[in-house]
């Protein structure tokens, strides 16, 4: 079962703010948005189209793996980006931060290049799942558990099409 946990008017309300508070913060400067594909394709489209800075946008994809369905650790890069990103701000947009795992590694990899700075925004933050020490700069959503589909993110690939985001509940749970 699927119920409702962020509205249309939610998530844009929370978009429009993190573009606010992004603006404030780079005031005129060049910022280089680093899509963290695949959930944060639509995020990413909504964020960038309220930032009015001189922008450019590319896409890296990080890809899981090890034991069972928790990341454990194990995060292999399976599409870098192409922009020099060099001495530039660079803003990593991603889906959810639930274990860290994967922002930590992308970090790592993205700072090897040197960029004069480097931020995270998330739409959604789940602290508590948290195994290392990472935190979103730019944090749109907090949430405590529960798997979240919609608004580009994915069950099994499915959902992603949703314009809201919402949280699926086994069967038998309350
Ligand atoms: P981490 O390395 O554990 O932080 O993994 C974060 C990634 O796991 C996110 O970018 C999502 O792709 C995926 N993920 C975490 N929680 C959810 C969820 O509730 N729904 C869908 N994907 C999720
Ligand atoms: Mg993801």
Request: hydrophobic residues 40%.
């Amino acid at each position: 079962m699927m119920k409702k946990l962020f509205s249309r008017e939610e998530i844009e309300k929370a978009v429009k703010k993190l573009a606010a508070s992004i603006e404030r913060d780079f005031e005129g400067e060049r910022i280089v948005f680093v899509c963290l594909l695949k959930g944060s394709f639509m995020f990413t489209s909504d964020l960038v189209r309220h930032v009015k800075n001189p922008s450019r946008v590319d896409f890296i994809r990080a890809s899981s793996y090890g034991s069972g369905t928790r990341s454990g650790g194990k995060v292999a890069v399976t599409k870098g980006i192409e922009e020099n990103i060099e001495g530039e701000n660079v803003i990593i947009v991603e889906d959810i931060i639930d274990s860290g795992h994967t922002l930590k590694r992308v970090k790592e990899i993205l700072s090897l290049s040197n960029p004069k700075t480097i931020k995270i925004c998330a739409l959604l933050d789940k602290k508590a799942r948290r195994e290392v020490e990472i935190e979103g700069d730019y944090v749109g959503f907090a949430m405590t558990d529960g798997f979240v589909v919609g608004y580009g993110i994915d069950y099994a690939e499915q959902y992603r099409n949703l314009p809201e985001i919402y949280v699926m509940e086994e069967e038998g749970e309350a």
